[in-house]
């Protein structure tokens, strides 16, 4: 599985921005895609994840109410719709999928994007 993020960029607190994950690769495989973060000097911290099966969502607490994560199972992409940001939201976000591989489909893999980074202006 191959990832490819999208969508980051500059903007103002109170801004929005939407973000893109785009995987290919053994996508059927896929049963679960996340994003997660990283500031500078702190560590990755996840932010979304969704269920490929169902869309069941989990929202980290200080995102809950302004982030949304969805998915476009005909275009193998998730996104993660970001408004009301601040500027600590400042920060890379990688994509992480969660997929089973290996002979018989026994091993849990994950695969990371190349991050995308996104900065909020105060």
């Known amino acids: 599985v191959q990832l490819v993020e999208s969508g980051g960029g500059l903007v103002q607190a109170g801004g929005s921005l939407r973000l893109s994950c785009a995987a290919s690769?053994?996508?059927?495989?896929?049963?679960?895609t996340a994003w997660y973060r990283q500031a500078p000097g702190k560590e990755r911290e996840l932010v979304a994840r969704?269920?490929?099966?169902?869309?069941?969502?989990n929202y980290a607490d200080p995102v809950k109410g302004r982030f949304t994560i969805s998915r476009d199972n005909a275009r193998n992409t998730v996104y993660l719709q970001m408004n009301s940001l601040k500027p600590e939201d400042t920060a890379v976000y990688y994509c992480?999928?969660?997929?089973?591989?290996?002979?018989?489909?026994?091993?849990?893999?994950?695969?990371w994007g190349q991050g995308t980074l996104v900065t909020v202006s105060s």
């Open positions: 690769g053994s996508t059927d495989n896929i049963y679960a």
């Open positions: 992480n999928a969660q997929y089973y591989g290996g002979r018989y489909l026994y091993d849990h893999l994950e695969a």
């Open positions: 969704i269920t490929s099966s169902g869309g069941t969502t």
